[in-house]
Nanobody, 127 residues
């Protein structure tokens, strides 16, 4: 069992660069691929980024590519999402998720690949 707790959200200005953190419990964190998803009001949950257990493989949605960076620190059981050049359309609840395998696989954007989910952290970007 893995428990995930996100932090770092809040009200920010367009152009700001906050960093989200996701702290995981459990000794198996370092063997799991991790992902960040988001859900805006009235929209479906969408993939943002994913990272393999080693950090060597990453995936980004086109909407955030070049602006967001996913990383992890296995010694701290934490995955991060550095968000740069935020836009109002980035406003959403951001969730981290853990998959019970190490690679990001061919469909890292598929939420069904992830077994454990955090409660989410709200990010609101004002213009």
């Amino acid at each position: 069992q893995v428990q995930l707790v996100e932090s770092g959200g809040g009200l920010v200005q367009a152009g700001d660069s906050p960093r989200l953190s996701c702290a995981a419990s459990g000794r198996t964190f370092s063997s799991y691929a991790m992902g960040w998803f988001r859900q805006a009001p009235g929209k479906e949950r969408e993939s943002v980024a994913a990272i393999s257990w080693s950090g060597r493989s990453t995936y980004y949605a086109d909407s955030v590519k070049g602006r967001f960076t996913i990383s992890r620190d296995n010694a701290k059981n934490t995955v991060y999402l550095q968000m740069n050049s935020l836009k109002p359309e980035d406003t959403a609840v951001y969730y981290c998720a853990a998959a019970r395998f190490g690679g990001i696989g061919p469909t890292p954007y598929d939420s069904n690949r992830y077994t454990y989910w955090g409660q989410g952290t709200q990010v609101t970007v004002s213009s």
